[in-house]
């Protein structure tokens, strides 16, 4: 089975990513043909800037490596050294109703937040539906938050395909149920807009800083405490095998510890969990030539998918002349 994701390069790493995404990825190497790459095109519309756009490709890349995207399993590039996805953009961008853009929550919800749109957001959905049928993936892995994209692209791949025929294969999403939305500090989903991260690589002191700051329930330090709806257990728990949750489920119900005793426990728990990934990303952080050579390897191998599709869509829709 051909699994595909892509993450852009937009800001430090967070454990909503990590487990809503780069874990998946990982995890379905052992089994499956995997294709990841880092969406640099798609981290344009985020305004960071070309100098930090390109420090940021690089981070983001070491830190895949580090979390245990293997090049030997994995077909792993960066977004742009393929530019047969600009070009496929453009074909779709054919067929392509507004409306279907229009209804995109990503751009709506950006919009309602005040951020001035631009054509890169309002037509992201048809970059990220280039990326996603350029390669025929059966699966993508996603958050919540990205399943629509996933059926913008099987809806232009239909449109395209009823008229050309069965040109792109239809993909389909999947979600972890349990990890679909990581919670936050402030127990919204996680995400570097809402400034609520843990980062997988953050400095100790910081980590611990940020843990601290997790919003939970005001109640005495005797008393039985629920862990359901905590905060601080919803991430903890993510961690942890089902002995190690029913342990801290125990704590919780028992009272005479507060919730600080439980974030420090919840810092421990993570910054153990990360400790050979952090070894790893030292180590290609030392070795950035060895990162370039690996996307460089990468990107080629990802064109001997894309090169054979690309012709026959020229040929089809009377680019090749
Ligand atoms: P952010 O919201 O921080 O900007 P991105 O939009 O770059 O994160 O997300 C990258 C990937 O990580 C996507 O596949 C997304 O679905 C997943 N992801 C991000 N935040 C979370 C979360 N809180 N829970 C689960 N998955 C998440
Ligand atoms: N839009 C995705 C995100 O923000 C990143 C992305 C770009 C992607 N192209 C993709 C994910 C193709 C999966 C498949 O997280």
Redesign the pocket.
């Known amino acids: 089975m051909r699994v595909l994701?892509g993450?852009?390069p937009?800001?430090d790493l967070?454990i909503?990513?990590y487990?809503?995404?780069i874990k998946q990825m990982v995890d379905a190497q052992k089994e499956n043909d995997t294709f990841a790459f880092i969406a640099n095109y798609h981290a344009m519309s985020s305004g960071n800037g070309g100098e930090r756009l390109a420090e940021l490709t690089m981070q983001t890349a070491t830190d895949f490596l580090a979390l245990g995207i293997d090049p030997e399993k994995s077909t792993f590039w960066v977004q742009s050294d393929v530019k047969e996805v600009l070009e496929l953009y453009w074909v779709l961008s054919a067929f392509t109703p507004m409306g279907l853009l229009e209804r995109a929550h990503s751009y709506k919800d950006k919009v309602a937040k005040g951020i001035s749109a631009n054509h890169s957001l309002f037509s992201y959905p048809v970059l990220m539906a280039a990326d996603i049928l350029l390669y025929s993936p059966d699966i993508i892995?996603?958050?919540?938050?990205?399943i629509q994209h996933v059926e913008i692209a099987r809806d232009i791949a239909i449109k395209f395909n009823n008229e050309y025929g069965e040109v792109f294969k239809l993909p389909e999403f999947k979600i972890e149920e349990d990890?679909?939305?990581?919670?936050?500090t402030d127990g919204q989903?996680?995400?570097?807009?809402y400034k609520n991260?843990v980062n997988i690589f953050g400095e100790e002191k910081k980590q611990l800083k940020t843990i601290k700051k997790i919003v939970t329930e005001q109640i005495a330090l005797e008393a039985p405490k629920e862990y359901e709806n905590c905060n601080v257990y919803n991430m903890a728990k993510l961690f942890l095998n089902e002995n190690e949750c029913q342990e801290l489920q125990e704590r919780y119900k028992r009272g005479g510890e507060g919730h600080g005793h439980f974030k420090l426990y919840l810092h421990d728990v993570i910054w153990e969990y990360f400790a050979p990934y952090r070894e790893k990303r030292e180590y290609y952080k030392m070795h950035q030539d060895e990162v370039r050579d690996i996307l460089k390897t990468g990107a080629n191998k990802a064109r001997t998918v894309t090169s054979p599709l690309i012709e026959q869509i020229r040929s089809l829709t009377g680019i090749n002349y």
């Open positions: 994701t993450i852009q937009s800001g967070h909503g990513n487990f809503g995404s892995p996603v958050g919540k938050d990205q990890v679909a939305t990581v919670p936050g989903k996680m995400s570097k807009s991260t």
